[in-house]
Each structure stands twice: as C-alpha cells, then as structure tokens.
C-alpha cells in the first residue's frame, strides 16, 4: 500500500529587524507593531518593484526608528464612510497609537503588515483617512481582500468562526523507494480535493475530502483528512509550525482494508527565501534539521492561489514506502458550501458543520469576554472559556468519528 502523506504548509514572509526605542503602556505591543512594518518593508523592497517605486523616496530603515509608537488600552475610533468605527490603530503629530487588545486579535500576520505599513506611511501623508494606495494593494498580494476596512478593523471575514470551503487540484509526481525491498517506484497522480476549516484560538482546524484520484496507487476515494495547527513567531528567527492530523480512506489491497491513520503531532520551520520562494525545514529540539521542500505560490487574477511545491524528504511515518522526491503543482479555490457537500456522499455533514461553526462562535466570544475582563470577573471567565474549549473539542472528535461510519458504510 502506498499511503497518502499529510503535509502541512505554512507562508509567511519573514525578515529580521532591530531593536526599537518605543513607549508604550508596559506590554510589547509597540515592538511586535514596528517587527510587521518591516516585515511589510522588506516585502515590498525586495519582491514588489511596482510597490516599492511609491515609497523609495524615504529611507524607512532609519525613519520608522524615530516613530513613538504607544499601545493603549482605550478604544480608537477613526472615521470610516460617513461614521465612525472601532480601530486597530491610528496617527496623529507624527506619533502612532494601537489598541493592545485589539492587535492581539487581528486575524493574520499579512493584515498586521498591512496596519503597520498604513499608519507608518501615514505619518509621511504616503497614506491617509480613505486613502491606502499601497497597503491595501500589499493586503491583496497576500490573497486577502483589497478592503481598507480590514485595515482599519483588523478583521478578514473569511478568518472569522464561520467555515470557509475551498477546493484543491493537485498534479502530483513522486518517486518512491520500498523501505524493506529497495524497490522504486514512480506515480503520477491527479487529485481533486474540497473541503471547510475554521480558526479557533490561536489554532487553524480544516477537513478536507479526496474526491478522484487518477494514479497506480491502492487509495479507493473516498478519502478524508482533518488537522489542527499553531504557528509561533521566534523573533529575529523564523516561524515554527505545530501540527497533527488524521488520514482516513479504504485500500483496494486486502479486500478493501480501511486505512484510520493519526500523523503524529511534528514541528517544521519556515522561512521565505531572496528568489521568493518558501521554504519548509524539519524542526527538532528546537534546531532547524534537513530541508524538506520549496513552494512558489503565484496570485491568479480570478482570486485562486496556484503552489507548486518540490519535495525532498524521508516520509519517515510512513513504515513501506519512502519518498526520494516529489512535485506537486495545486490550484486552490474558494467554492460554495453545497458545491463540495452534496459530492461527499456524505448526507449528515452539512449540519455537523453549521454545529462545529456555532461551537467554534462560543469559543471565539468567550475568547474575547475574557481578554476584556476586570479582576473580579477574571476567573469566571475563564472558567467559561474552558468550558466551551472542551465542547468544540468534543465536537471536532465526533466529527470525525461520523466521517469514519460514513466513509465504512458508504464502501459496503
């Protein structure tokens, strides 16, 4: 049996950066914000021309040292439209002030680059109240809406509790050896994969289905996977991403044997290189270890995302067969919900998944009641936090424990 490898793949853009003198109100919100504008900087620098010819005029390495940056705690209200509208962060008399709590709640690092990259510009009148002719294009070069309201909220919609479906077709080439025979193998596959995930926390959750698969391989579809990941900032080093999952599918080999795999929780290390591309390095106690692959990710212009990955690594979970090399060139797209559902064959889903969605909600506002909280409703709260943490997580095992009843029945 040839069994499926679950990689989990992480883009960031990372860049190093220097110590600042900022104030603030006694947390590290004011560093953490100067680290994304020169994330965003060297970005822009390095790898978008067309963006960097609106900025080049200043020598931002040494300007943005000379930037207050404060945090505070009080809400910031910036015209938005004809109204007003909470905000992450705002400029005034060449100071910039950011509301600790609500930066520590915006979705993604890409939205945090784009923040920073605003206000700092804007104390160069670069950018502006309405007007965001560089960050809201950097915003959707990072396959994010070109909205300033994200800039100003910190809020993608699509990150939010709701579910997200999104359908993957891979082109797939892999040279493998048998572990015991030292036989090789060469398989060509197409895949055509869709399914939903949420974040939760500081953790992304996904379950995906396989929905064809054209190969030499014994994987007979359907074919499931679910997976949580963290990923942690090392400053002036890189990220590291945290993951687990489970594969779950039947096997033409020994009269349609199910194959439940859990991939044991791994660590991995990324880091964006000069040519742009993105590499993937195993990560063990806590030392960077062999390379594993290289991906170069292109924005089509109809909003899909297009990854071609060049593997070189040991698969060593997998007990048969190692895999010397591998490619692979996959297109993602977002798709409506039913477009994927009603294929799964799988009828209860749907409503499981508006379940996990409400779940994922509970956690999410006792999230934020908590962050908010005063000392006397402290430990109440967090009390409640635990409490709707634990039922998401009940939920996420009996979601998969439905997905493999349904996949066995569905094969009978």
Not at 98 to 103: E, I, P, Q
Request: charged share 25%; with cysteine.
């Amino acid at each position: 049996m040839k069994a499926f490898i679950l990689l989990f793949t992480f883009f960031f853009s990372f860049a190093a950066f220097s110590t600042f003198s900022v104030r603030g109100g006694g947390d590290d919100t004011p560093i953490e914000f100067l680290k994304f504008f020169h994330q965003a900087f060297y970005e822009i620098r390095d790898h978008q021309p067309d963006l960097y010819a609106k900025i080049s005029s200043v020598d931002w390495e040494n300007y943005v040292e000379s930037v207050p940056v404060y945090s505070t705690e009080e809400p910031i209200r910036v015209k938005a439209g004809e109204g007003l509208q909470d905000s992450v962060a705002d400029n005034g008399d060449g100071n910039i002030r950011v509301n600790s709590y609500r930066w520590k709640r915006v979705s993604h690092d890409c939205i945090r680059q784009a923040i920073a990259l605003h206000e700092v510009l804007s104390t160069k009148q670069i950018e502006g109240t309405g007007l965001y002719p560089v960050s809201s294009v950097y915003l959707a070069k990072c396959h994010m809406q070109s909205d300033p309201q994200i800039i100003i909220s910190g809020e993608d919609p699509v990150l939010k509790s709701k579910l997200q479906s999104r359908r993957m077709t891979c082109s797939k080439t892999l040279d493998l050896v048998n572990r015991k025979t030292k036989a090789r193998s060469h398989d060509q596959r197409l895949e055509v994969a869709a399914g939903a995930d949420w974040k939760v926390l500081d953790h992304d959750y996904y379950l995906q289905y396989i929905f064809g698969v054209e190969s030499k391989s014994q994987i007979l579809i359907p074919v499931a996977m679910q997976g949580d990941s963290t990923e942690e900032w090392k400053p002036g080093f890189g990220m590291v991403a945290h993951s687990k999952g489970r594969f779950l599918g039947y096997t033409r080999a020994d009269g349609h044997r199910l194959v439940d795999v859990s991939v044991p929780a791994s660590d991995s290390f990324h880091e964006k290189t000069q040519d742009g591309r993105f590499a993937q390095w195993s990560f063990v106690d806590g030392k960077r270890g062999e390379l594993l692959s290289y991906i170069t990710r292109t924005f089509m212009s109809n909003g899909a995302v297009r990854d071609y990955q060049e593997t070189a690594l040991t698969n060593q979970h997998d007990p048969v067969w190692e895999t010397t090399l591998s490619t692979s060139d996959c297109l993602t797209e977002n798709v409506e919900q039913d477009s994927w559902i009603q294929r799964s064959g799988d009828p209860g889903i749907a409503f499981e998944l508006e379940k996990i969605t409400a779940r994922v909600t509970l956690v999410n506002e006792a999230d934020r009641a908590y962050k908010s909280c005063v000392p006397e409703t402290c430990a109440n709260l967090k009390q409640q936090l635990q409490a709707r943490v634990k039922e998401f997580e009940e939920g996420w095992d009996q979601l998969w424990t439905n997905r493999r009843k349904q996949i066995k029945k569905s094969v009978r």
